[in-house]
């Protein structure tokens, strides 16, 4: 039988803690790094994996490893006026498809105090998805799905970057916001766990709630 996952009191306050520190403390408590956030990180995600494979689709996709399915602790600061080295969390993802960048994606945002679920996609063609938004047929399940997230779950709706509604649609449509996407992601926030015992079928079935969501995107793009 498979160990549970759990990320206790001092795997949380070193993620907390991480930030203020700099790359010779980090090397200096790798092992400690290993035991308590990336191993528990690996474990994660094949378990999600798992639950996932058995109860929304059989062809989800989670890679455990860094720049699979977990996104690298280190910060990309070549650009960014922040300095800061390393994240405050780790982020991990399950997809369905064949391109992991352009994939229907389940995202977990897992933090010292919290913990975010979401699901959404880079879109391919936003031709082709705003058709697919307009069409009453394909664009209105959509909208039930997300506007029972955001009722449900409190969830907020980002991508939507474009100030106005594109040409031909009519600025009034009823799905306005989301024919003004570029990107796609829904997504919460949750209190960390008091018991953490159960830490991965709890983040499995959050993003459970999100298959309504998942499935049209899988289906229509």
Known sequence: MTAPVSFPTEARDFLRELPTHDKDW????????????AEPAKALVEAVATD???ELSPAIVGLPRVNGS???????????????????????RWWEGEKKKTAPTLFVRLAADEVGFATGVMLPSLDGWRELVAEEATGAPLASAIAELVAEMGAD????????????????????????CKWLQVRWMEPFPED?????????????????????????L
């Open 70 to 92: 977990i996104s690298p602790i280190n910060r990309d600061i070549r650009f960014s006026s922040d300095k800061t080295p390393y994240k405050d969390h780790l982020l991990f």
């Open 52 to 54: 996932l494979r058995k």
């Open 157 to 180: 709706v980002a991508g939507v970057e474009y100030k106005r509604v594109p040409k031909p649609y009519p600025a009034e449509h009823p799905r306005a916001d989301l024919l003004r």
């Open 26 to 37: 980090f090397d200096a408590n790798r092992k400690a790094y290993q035991t308590l956030i």
């Open 196 to 220: 953490g015992s159960d830490f991965a079928p709890w983040c499995a079935r959050h993003l459970l709630r999100c298959a309504d969501v998942h499935r049209w995107l899988v289906e229509h």
